[in-house]
Nanobody
């Protein structure tokens, strides 16, 4: 059974930082592109970042480029999302996901975590 478990969410003031982690099991981690999406109440699920199987060529949404960094440790079956200079618009539930290719389309991914809440206040 495939499991993706996010951690590291919480509450932070605008301008602060958080680091999300996603540890996976039950699948061949190194064979999958890994990504992060987020969703706020009343909004569609939004692409944040994705990283290739090898960890190279990360791809970011324009809204987070230069502030967020995605990385992965294939030895630990874990990916990370370092989030700096957070603003109120970053408030959302953040989901870890695994897929076969690099894409910003959430429907292309086939494994999902349960999500972790990130709340940014002024």
């Amino acid at each position: 059974q495939v499991q993706l478990v996010e951690s590291g969410g919480g509450s932070v003031q605008a301008g602060g930082s958080l680091r999300l982690s996603c540890t996976t099991s039950g699948h061949t981690f190194k064979n999958h592109a890994m990504g992060w999406f987020r969703q706020s109440p009343g909004k569609e699920r939004e692409f944040v970042a994705v990283i290739t199987r090898s960890g190279g060529s990360p791809f970011y949404a324009d809204s987070v480029k230069g502030r967020f960094t995605i990385s992965r440790d294939n030895a630990k079956n874990t990916i990370y999302l370092q989030m700096n200079r957070l603003n109120i618009e970053d408030t959302a539930v953040y989901y870890c996901t695994a897929g076969a290719t690099i894409t910003a389309k959430w429907r292309e991914y086939f494994y999902w975590g349960q999500g972790t809440q990130v709340t940014v206040s002024s």
